[in-house]
C-alpha cells in the first residue's frame, strides 16, 4: 500500500465528517466542502481519525491520491488557503470594487475580475492581491487566472506573479 495512503488523518477540533455513499462531507469553521469518492479506495472513520484504503482485490493506485485530497479539503475547512500575488510595474495597481477585483496592468482599459464563489480576494495595499478560500483548487485556480492576465515578462520582470517567485531575467540585446 501508499506510504502516503497509511498515514491517517487527524480531524482538528470543529471539524465533522460524514461519509456517505456517494458524497463526503466536511464541516469546519470555514465552510463546508464536499468529496466525491474515489472508485476503488474506501475511507473510515473512528475515533477521529480518518484513513483511507483500497478495496478488497482492487489496485491501491488511487489510495493516496484520495488521502491527500481528504487531508486538503479537511486542512481547508478548519484553517483555509491563502495565495498572495504581487503586482510590478509602473502605473500597475488593484482594487477590490463590491465583489469583483479591478486592475490597471498597463492596458488601454482596466481589468475587471468577479471573484469566484467560496473565494475572498482582498487588496491591502495597492501592488498586493490576497487571496483566500476553503477550497485548494479554487483559490490557486483564482490565483493563475488572475496571474494569467499580465505575467511577468523576461526582460523587466513586470506583471503580476506569485509572493516569492523568482523571475530569471534575460539580458538585453547588445548592439
Known amino acids: 500500500m501508499s506510504r502516503v495512503a497509511k498515514k491517517p488523518i487527524t480531524l482538528p477540533k470543529g471539524v465533522d ?5 456517494d458524497v463526503i462531507t466536511v464541516k469546519g469553521p470555514k465552510g463546508t466542502l464536499k468529496l466525491p469518492p474515489i472508485s476503488g ?5 473512528d475515533n477521529g481519525m ?11 493506485k ?5 488521502r491527500a485530497l481528504l487531508a486538503n479539503v479537511v486542512k481547508g475547512v478548519s484553517e483555509g488557503y491563502e495565495r498572495k500575488l504581487e503586482l510590478v510595474g509602473v502605473g500597475y495597481r488593484a482594487q477590490m470594487q ?12 482596466p481589468v475587471v475580475f468577479a ?10 495595499t495597492q501592488t498586493e492581491i490576497l487571496i ?3 477550497d485548494k483548487q479554487r483559490v490557486g485556480e483564482t490565483a493563475a487566472k488572475i496571474r494569467a492576465f499580465r505575467p511577468p515578462e ?22
Open 17 to 21: 465528517c460524514q461519509i456517505g455513499a
Open 41 to 45: 479506495v474506501k475511507v473510515a472513520m
Open 50 to 60: 480518518l484513513t483511507c484504503a483500497a478495496n478488497e482485490g482492487t489496485d491501491d
Open 62 to 66: 488511487f489510495a493516496g491520491t484520495a
Open 98 to 109: 463590491g465583489k469583483s477585483l479591478n486592475l490597471s496592468l498597463g492596458f488601454s482599459h
Open 115 to 124: 471573484a469566484p464563489e467560496g473565494v475572498t480576494i482582498e487588496t491591502p
Open 132 to 134: 483566500k478560500g476553503a
Open 154 to 175: 523576461p526582460y523587466k520582470g513586470k506583471g503580476v506573479r506569485y509572493a516569492g517567485e523568482r523571475i530569471t531575467l534575460k539580458e538585453a540585446k547588445k548592439a
